[in-house]
């Protein structure tokens, strides 16, 4: 009697949110250099948010001592303090660079070959989305290495100046001010799922469970938690603005980080959202460093064959 073969490990293509399908499967196994893509991109990722949280943390500490003159704290203001340090240009092109892959990983999350369901098409758009956002971020980072001269609040003053005239555009339109509502309520539900995804601990299923470096498992899961609440809070007050610029009519409701953590610090209980989110940004940054090789960008799968 022969005894039948174990099933072979092979392996599935995972992100932060699994497109899964045979397909993609395969296309990893021929090109493992994907594998390492995402990786560093991870890496560079977790960068800017644990310096923006740092920065977030500056504003509230700031506000509670009444002098608001903190730096701007957002991802620009972050990728801006990145200038202001020893070798700073250096670190900008490095920071670029690994910010142009974690891009360049996204697109390729949305090219694999995946399923066609609804929820893997929403996903592509996530990732087309956050690719848009981490190749600004990587410009920003160029500009900033080419002019180091170019302060953080110039910066940052330009991207809440597109947003509000994105806002203003949009309210413009037929409709418009119906448009910047629904996109309002997206955005905070958005932070709801964020903020849920902490609580649930569901992030953990992309994540091969075991402590890393001096990192016990039961941290790595905490620090998790916090980050994603963070976020969720992050985008909550975001989209609330966007709410309030469609309410009122007004596209200067419409605000990005920084001036949306500033406008609410001025309240006791605002400083305490500002220092949730700071705490959750930093810890989120960290968390992303320290989990760039445990996370499952590949898992094991029996299903299929090697």
Known sequence: MTTPLAPRQVHDWHGPDNLGSDGAAAFVRRHRWVVTLGRVGWVAKGVVYALTGVLALTLATDYIGATHDSDEANQTGAVSKVAQQPFGTTLLWLLAIGLFIYAAWRIVTVVLPADNDTAAWLNRIGYTVSAIVYIGLALTA?????????????????????????????????????????????VIAIGFVFAWKGISASFTKHLEKRSVGPFDWEVVKAMGRIGWVGRGVMMALIGWFLLRAAVQFDATEARGLDDSLRRVADSSVGVILVLVVAVGLLVYGAFCIITASSVKLVASDDRATA
């Open 142 to 186: 160029i500009s900033l290495a080419r002019q180091p001269g170019t302060a953080a609040s110039e910066t940052s003053q330009q991207e809440d100046a597109t947003i509000e005239q994105f806002t203003a555009d949009v309210l413009g339109w037929s409709g418009g001010r119906l448009l910047v509502g629904v996109l309002g309520l997206v």
